[in-house]
């Protein structure tokens, strides 16, 4: 049986070593443990652990690369690295960057993946014995849905993007919990831990370039199992997102497989976990509708099923004796109301919430697709904020459609988020994926091209760095995570509930505890400085600390 190395390579970009950055995503877990299921020898290593030994390539029959868009630079160089150790060896691609049809046409691969591979996994596996015998059939069989083979001559034999697993089928695996103590102190990073796949929203954007919208309004009232379909064939959900296209509508894991997970990553020593899902408030949404969750609105949030999840995860030891911080990831504001915000403060009560609100246009937001109006998003902020959660407000530029009253609108709004609470402003630039409705857009110009652009950067650049000056003086617990590399004498910590890194000067003995700092200075708009008061605890970690 064919020994897979899969190599995590997600946002590592062109390949330098980043180092803030402390995600542990879903996507290669799950992958290792759908090949174990199939019977294969896997390891996973982060992209730093892979570059770093290059010579254990030897050891493995075949490489799969996970990867999104933007790394293309760092796959080019895995890559590089295991033609040049391992001269049998095959090369397999996935991830949202196999969706590129540039960075298939550019990198030196054997097989890729599109989209989710459940379903492609159990379909090629029970036809083929191993991933070197689809390499030898594709020639008879031609193109499998999910499926991508580059032949020997360059030509490319294209599947399209694989089915969506069902939920009984997302529900059969739980990703791999063992290799997340190969990434670099994956004790203080933010492990995500899939609770939604996919998601509810399938409304279209109003219009996409050349191809007027018919005004048939099927994807915003018509029956759930038509929304899949637009006579138009315009991609489903925000028109900047891929994951309608890629995912499906959105489907719930089992409140038992969850908690497995997390009670494992939990003993492990993992302090930091992120309930992973494109709308948290679609946890159990799902269960209500006999058809597929295609309206991003209603029904109402299932609070019953969130309550369930949120207990359940609360009752883990870790996670009660706050060891383990559990924290949500994004919501649109449609779905919030009195009733959930008052369960999410339950249990969440002083942690992080990300909310989705990209423009304070309603004009926009309409064009664009976004299933929520500037109000919602509001009221939104106010009762998270009011049930003691810390929100974080997404806005993007450049989305096409924009023009500057938009972006007026948006910048009359600031001043209301800081009086909500709002924490801080994630300020991004839109860029064209494929897949998606905006796909052949441009990819805009830089904020500070445009005066009322530069303006909202400016404006949102203060707002966040204000914010960091209230920090200062608070007592904070903090995860201490590895040295700084660009001042060694200090050490990168994390708050467990999320907020700025924060840099401490302390011996490297601290690494791998939780303490208690005090923010005393502001270094900038995404880093504060901290006085270590005492330690708290001190975590059983399965890495060696260098
Ligand atoms: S289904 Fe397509 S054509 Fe109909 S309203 Fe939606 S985007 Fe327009």
């Known amino acids: 049986m064919d020994r897979i190395v899969i190599v995590d390579a997600n946002a590592r970009g062109r390949g330098r070593r980043l180092s803030t950055l402390d995600v542990i995503g879903v996507g290669p877990r799950l992958v290792a443990s759908l090949l174990k299921s199939y019977g294969y020898h896997v390891d996973l290593l982060p992209y730093e652990l892979f570059i770093s030994n290059p010579s254990a390539a030897r050891d493995f029959d075949v490489l799969a690369v996970s990867y999104m868009v933007s790394d293309v630079g760092a796959v080019r160089r895995i890559i590089e690295i295991w033609r040049k150790v391992n001269r049998g060896g095959i090369v397999v691609l996935g991830g949202p960057g196999t969706l590129d049809a540039n960075s298939l046409m550019e990198l030196d691969f054997d097989i890729a993946f599109k989209g989710e591979v459940e379903v492609t996994f159990s379909n090629i596996f029970s036809r083929y014995g191993s991933l070197y015998d689809i390499l030898y059939s594709v020639r008879e069989v031609g193109a499998l849905p999910g499926l991508v083979i580059k032949l020997p001559s360059g030509e490319i034999v294209d599947g399209g993007i694989g089915p969506w697993a069902p939920r009984d089928v997302v529900n059969r695996i739980v990703p791999d919990v063992d290799s ?37 309004d099927v994807c915003r009232s018509g029956p759930l199992n038509l929304r899949i379909r ?53 946890y159990g949404r799902d269960l209500l509708v006999k058809d597929l969750l295609t309206d991003p609105c209603n029904p109402k949030p299932n609070v ?74 509001i ?25 500057n009253e938009d972006i007026k609108i948006t910048l009359g709004c600031i001043d209301k988020f800081k009086s909500l609470g709002v924490e801080k402003i994630v300020l991004y630039r839109f860029t064209p994926l ?68 924060v840099l401490v000067r302390a011996s490297t003995r601290f690494i791998g505890t939780i303490a208690a700092v005090r923010i005393s200075e502001v270094g900038s708009d995404r880093l504060v400085y901290g006085e270590l008061i005492h330690v708290k605890k001190r975590l059983k970690l399965y890495q060696h600390i260098q």
């Open 180 to 216: 997340v103590t190969k990434y670099p102190y994956y004790w203080a990073s933010r492990v995500y831990v899939e609770v939604v796949r996919g998601c509810s929203n399938f409304y279209r954007p109003a219009s996409v370039g050349g191809d007027a919208c018919l005004n048939c």
């Open 230 to 282: 637009c006579p138009i064939n315009t991609p489903p959900g925000c028109g900047y997102c891929s994951v309608p296209v890629i995912h499906g509508p959105a489907r719930s894991r089992d409140i038992d497989g969850v908690t497995r997970e997390v009670k494992a990553l939990a003993k492990i020593g993992v302090t930091r976990i992120v309930l992973s899902a494109p709308d948290f408030l679609d």
């Open 304 to 377: 019953d099923a969130i309550d369930r999840l949120l207990a359940s995860l609360s009752s883990i030891t870790e996670v009660s004796e706050g060891i383990t911080t559990i924290s949500i990831e994004n919501i649109k504001p449609c779905l919030i109301n009195e009733e959930v915000a008052k369960i999410l403060g339950n249990y969440l009560r002083g942690t992080v919430v990300y909310i989705g609100v990209e423009s304070c246009s309603d004009r926009l937001l309409k064009y664009i697709g976004r299933p929520s109006t500037c109000s919602d998003s």
């Open 379 to 403: 009221r939104a902020v106010e009762l998270l904020s009011r049930y003691g959660l810390r929100p974080y407000v997404y806005l993007m530029h450049g989305v096409p459609f924009e023009c």
């Open 434 to 501: 494929p897949c998606t409705a905006f796909g052949n857009y441009p990819r805009p110009e830089p904020a500070v091209m445009n005066p009322a652009k530069a303006k909202l950067y400016r404006l949102v650049t203060e707002f966040n760095r204000a914010q960091k000056y209230r920090l200062v003086n608070r007592v904070v617990d903090v995860v201490i995570a590895s040295r700084y590399s660009r001042n060694p004498r200090y050490l990168v910590s994390y708050p467990v509930r999320h907020g700025p890194v």
